[in-house]
């Protein structure tokens, strides 16, 4: 869709197994997650495909009937257990891991949002899948291996944008750049936008609800593109590919009220 001769396009790419593809190959995988962790999910359905034990440790107490996204999970297999909110965000610290690995046995623990180096090398794939040309690529921003990958795969004299969906997402900056470290290649082409965050991670409002767009990270992103454009952040003629992230076939209901906005306006195919 062409909004004040910048050209925007969608294309719809799912991160999760691109930041899982180098992390799997070990029998036994855990990844940590919210209620409705996409990483969870995604853990799931690789250790149901490729023959691996999965563990999701999620944030909060057991509710019981499981929502559809951690159903999900366990139909495939995957074992559930939970932490309480203090001792999750303990997670990384060695006196959690190891009760976790008592429990568990020998295990192969994924950081918070799948984000490592081996993460960014899948991501980094993706800028060279694009087929039609462009200048800018945006993606939203949870944990910032998305972006530090999609960085460190785009050609010269282009760039990427993050779009944060976390309050306080300064810290984003470092956080992507010492992935780039870590995974051997650092580059100056890319920044995060902070100020499109709406309240917080999964806060939403009316508008971002009437997006019609998953709402936690692809409706912010939208939302943000769009506000640059209008406040004349872009050249006319510049060309945006808007990674649309997440499963395509997750259902609207579980995204949000798709009403008003609607991201299934013809404009908006490539
Ligand atoms: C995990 C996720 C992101 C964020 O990716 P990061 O690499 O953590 O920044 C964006 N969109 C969707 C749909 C996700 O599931």
Redo the contacts with the bound molecule.
């Keep these: 869709m062409e909004v004040a001769g910048v050209q925007i396009s969608l294309l719809h790419d ?3 197994p691109r ?1 899982l593809k180098y992390n799997l190959g070990h029998p036994r995988v855990l990844a940590f997650g919210g209620a409705y ?3 969870v999910t ?1 853990v799931a359905r690789a250790g149901h495909e490729q023959g691996f034990e999965t563990i999701g440790v999620i944030r909060g107490e057991e509710h019981l009937p499981l929502n559809p996204s951690l159903a999900r999970a366990a139909a495939h297999g995957m074992r559930l257990t939970y932490l309480d909110r203090a001792a999750y965000r303990l997670k990384h610290t060695p006196a959690v891991q190891e009760r976790l690995r008592e429990e568990f046995g020998e295990v192969f623990i994924l950081p ?4 490592n180096a081996a ?1 960014v090398r899948g ?1 980094a794939e993706l800028p060279g899948e694009i087929e039609d040309d462009y200048d800018v690529v945006c ?11 999609i960085a460190a795969g785009l050609p010269p004299g282009k760039r990427a944008i ?1 779009f944060a ?1 976390l309050k306080g997402g300064a810290f ?1 900056n470092d956080e992507v750049a010492r992935l780039q470290r870590e995974y051997g290649r650092r580059t100056g082409n890319w920044s995060i936008e902070l100020g499109y965050h709406f309240g917080g991670y999964a806060k939403t409002t009316p508008v971002l609800d009437a997006m019609g767009f ?1 709402r ?3 409706a912010k ?1 939208i939302y943000g593109i769009l506000d640059l454009v209008r406040r004349g952040r872009f050249a006319r003629g510049t060309r945006i590919v808007a ?5 395509p076939d997750t259902p609207v209901e579980e995204w949000g009220s798709p009403t008003g906005f609607d991201s299934g306006d013809p404009r908006w195919r490539r």
Excluded: H, W
């Design positions: 799912d991160n999760k930041k962790s996409n990483l995604a918070e949002g799948g984000s993460a991501c993606c939203p921003v949870g944990t910032g291996g998305t972006l530090a990958g993050g969906v984003l998953e936690v990270y692809v992103m990674v649309v992230t997440g499963q």
